[in-house]
C-alpha cells in the first residue's frame, strides 16, 4: 500500500499571505495525485488533479505542483473562506486509492 | 449539475445490517465508476469500496467479505450492503462520482453509527 505524508499537521496564516502544504509518498506516484479540501461540516471538493490541474469552478489561488513522491499545494493569498482541511490522494493503483491525514488551515 | 444524495444510515448493533443508497442525476450515471469513501468521527479519509461501468467491484480489506457495492443504472442508483457491522465501521459514508481515478463530485453523506 502506497502511504502518503502529510506536512505540517496545522497550518497558521494571516489572510493575504501564502500557504504551502506538503505532501510524500512511500513510493512514486507519478503525478496520479489530487488535493481535496474539507471545510467544516461540509463533504470533500476536489480541488487539483494529476498533481496540478485544477478541478472545475477552482480559483487560480489554488496551484499543484511536483511528481513522483514530493507534492505541494500553494494557496496563493488565503482567504477567510479557506480555512478546512486539505486531504492529498493517490490514484497510482486504482482504485486501491489512499488518502493523506490531512492538514488543517488555520486564519491567523 | 450533478447531484449525489445518499440515504440508509442510522443506529445499528454490532453485528447488524444496513444498506446504504446513493442517488445520482445530473450526469449519464452508467458511463461513470462510482465510489464509496467513508470517515471516522474526527478522522480522515478512507476509501471503502469501489464498481466499474461494467460491473467490477472492488473492496479494502477492511470490509472485504462483510460489504457488498452494486449499482442500478435503470435507477441511477449506487447500493452499499453493509453485514457484520463493527464499531469501527461508524463513520460518515460518501458516494462520490469517479473520474479518471478521483473522486471529482461528492454527496453530502450518511452517518452510520454501530452500537449497542
Known amino acids: 500500500e502506497i502511504v502518503l505524508t502529510q506536512s505540517p499537521a496545522t497550518l497558521s496564516v494571516s489572510p493575504g499571505e501564502r500557504a504551502t502544504l506538503s505532501c510524500r509518498a512511500s513510493?512514486?506516484?507519478?503525478?496520479?495525485l489530487a488535493w481535496y479540501q474539507q471545510k467544516p461540516g461540509q463533504a470533500p471538493r476536489l480541488l487539483i488533479y494529476?498533481?496540478?490541474n485544477r478541478a472545475t469552478g477552482i480559483p487560480a489561488r489554488f496551484s499543484g505542483s511536483g511528481s513522483g513522491t514530493d507534492f505541494t499545494l500553494t494557496i496563493s493569498s488565503l482567504e477567510p473562506e479557506d480555512l478546512a482541511v486539505y486531504y492529498c490522494?493517490?490514484?497510482?493503483?486504482?482504485?486501491?486509492?489512499?488518502f493523506g491525514p490531512g492538514t488543517k488551515v488555520d486564519i491567523k | 449539475e450533478v447531484q449525489l444524495l445518499e440515504s440508509g444510515g442510522g443506529l445499528v448493533q454490532p453485528g447488524g445490517s444496513l444498506r446504504l443508497s446513493c442517488a445520482a442525476s445530473g450526469f449519464t450515471f452508467s458511463s461513470y465508476a462510482m465510489t464509496w469513501v467513508r470517515q471516522a468521527p474526527g478522522e480522515g479519509l478512507e476509501w471503502v469500496s469501489a464498481i466499474g461501468t461494467g460491473g467490477d467491484t472492488h473492496y479494502a480489506d477492511s470490509v472485504k467479505g462483510r460489504f457488498t457495492i452494486s449499482r442500478d443504472n435503470s435507477k441511477n442508483s449506487l447500493y452499499l450492503q453493509m453485514n457484520s457491522l463493527r464499531a469501527e465501521d461508524t463513520a460518515v459514508y460518501y458516494c462520490?462520482?469517479?473520474?479518471?481515478?478521483?473522486?471529482?463530485?461528492w454527496g453530502q453523506g450518511t452517518l452510520v453509527t454501530v452500537s449497542s
Open positions: 462520490a462520482k469517479d473520474i479518471h481515478g478521483y473522486s471529482a463530485y
Open positions: 494529476d498533481a496540478s
Open positions: 513510493q512514486s506516484v507519478s503525478s496520479y
Open positions: 490522494q493517490q490514484r497510482t493503483k486504482w482504485p486501491q486509492v489512499t
